[in-house]
């Protein structure tokens, strides 16, 4: 009987220390690995809403075309009959509204101002998109580890109560710690699965980022995230981000489109001239009280507005006051960077302190105790309880690497972001 019992602790050390393969985590759907330059060129290349966004571009610069079109020559041409004998009539002209004070000039440059303002928004646009795909990249590789580290700790729960079954019937143990462990190990899967969700759904918003429309293909991404560890000056970012980021200088181009918008309304200011010009042909007049023979005129005429009901003042006041208002903004995006600047290095310079502190051992330390407790809990010397608590504790020192590895990459792309550089490239 000894040796029966002998032979079954070999049989439930070998089960212990060999992982279960039976999680049941669903693998068959197709997964293509995807580094992050691919990853972020598919984003640049084919993303739609960047797409869309591109487009105001070529509307902006549409409107400098129509900010050229000048005022159409218009043809009249008005004809007579008379039943008296009077003679008939046909009259014939042209009118042309002459624009002065340089409003079409004032509309071109208004226009190309616009574009300008259109291409830094855009710039703008593809910074925060830029960071945003960066940001569901790194979530998706977190997403992946933490579904590890579910399945390896219901992988090491399922191995255990199954290595209780056996025990039990060897009366080593009661039966309530058989339950105990089978109860882990189904709860457990719970997680497994909560945490497989995660990871798919992170894997679709890839999809979305790259415009893929068919999700039978999800891209699974890596990286070994060895390009993290920098070193800045507060000071030398606050600089840098001034000079660099798009929404500030298309701040800095909606004053000079107020400027312009301002020049636009001073110039419909100024009266525009209608000419004329025009030919009558008058047939012969064959009535005895006043015959008259074939005969043609000319004429030429001059139109001029009269202003004193509608000099447009309300046009010139809306430009002045959109030209404080954009200065305004100026001012409280400047202050909002040098804020957003120094929140973001702060939490960059914390992030890299807490993920430091994973270097001393944390997770090679909580591994060996568990390992530890299993290996004492084998030969009866450990309770099940403890091995269970130790288990939690190494499964959240796994999470808090993980989330505290996903933080710290964050906050790189967030400071990276707030600045308007892009240096990463893990």
């Keep these: 009987m000894k040796l029966v019992k002998h032979i079954f602790k070999i049989v439930l ?26 990853f972020i060129e598919r984003v640049k290349e084919n993303n739609l809403e960047y797409a869309a966004e591109k487009y105001n571009i070529n509307l902006a610069e549409a409107e400098i075309e129509n900010a050229k079109i000048i005022p159409d020559v218009e043809w009249s041409v008005e004809g007579t009959s008379n039943r008296k004998q009077m003679g008939n009539g046909l009259e014939t002209g042209l009118g042309w509204t002459l624009e002065l004070g340089g409003k079409r000039k004032a509309r071109i440059d208004l226009a190309k101002s616009e574009v300008e303002l259109t291409r830094y ?25 933490l579904l590890d580290v579910q399945l390896n700790s219901y992988k090491t729960l399922q191995t255990l109560s199954s290595s209780d079954s056996i025990r039990y019937k060897l009366g080593d143990i009661a039966l309530i710690d058989f339950k105990q462990s089978k109860l882990e190990a189904q709860a457990m899967l719970n997680e497994v699965y909560q945490a497989e ?80 010009a025009g030919m009558q042909f008058n047939g012969k007049a064959t009535n005895e009280e006043a015959p008259s023979p074939y005969h043609t005129g000319f004429s030429a005429g001059l139109t001029i507005p009269l202003r004193f009901l509608n000099n447009r003042k309300g046009e010139v006041q809306v ?108």
Excluded: C
């Design 197 to 276: 969700s995660d990871w798919k759904n992170s894997l679709v918003a890839l999809n979305l980022l790259m415009g893929m429309q068919h999700t039978d293909t999800l891209f699974s991404a890596y990286s070994n995230f060895s390009d993290f560890n920098r070193d800045f000056i507060l000071s030398d970012l606050i600089i840098t981000a001034q000079n660099n980021r798009a929404d500030l200088r298309a701040a800095l181009q909606g004053k000079n489109v107020s400027q312009k918008m301002l020049k636009l309304a001073k110039a419909n200011r100024m009266m525009d001239l209608g000419i004329s």
């Design 121 to 145: 928004l855009l710039q703008d646009f593809l910074r925060n998109l830029h960071a945003e795909a960066t940001l569901q990249f790194l979530e998706s590789i977190q997403n992946k580890n």
């Design 319 to 426: 430009a002045q006051y959109t030209i404080k208002k954009a200065e305004t903004e100026y001012k409280q995006i400047e202050l909002l960077i040098q804020t957003e600047v120094t929140q973001a290095y702060y939490n960059f310079v914390n992030t890299k302190k807490q993920m430091q502190q994973f270097s001393n051992g944390l997770l090679s330390e909580s591994k060996a105790i568990l390992e530890g407790k299993i290996y004492s809990y084998q030969r009866g010397n450990t309770s099940l309880l403890e091995v269970l608590d130790a288990q939690r504790t190494y499964n959240d020192v796994q999470q808090n690497y993980y989330q505290t590895l996903f933080n710290y990459s964050s906050a790189l792309v967030e400071l990276e972001r707030t600045v308007g550089i892009w240096d990463i490239n893990f």
């Design 13 to 38: 050390w070998l089960l212990i220390t060999t992982p279960s393969m039976k999680a049941q985590v669903d693998t068959t759907f197709f997964k293509q690995p995807i580094n992050y330059i691919n």
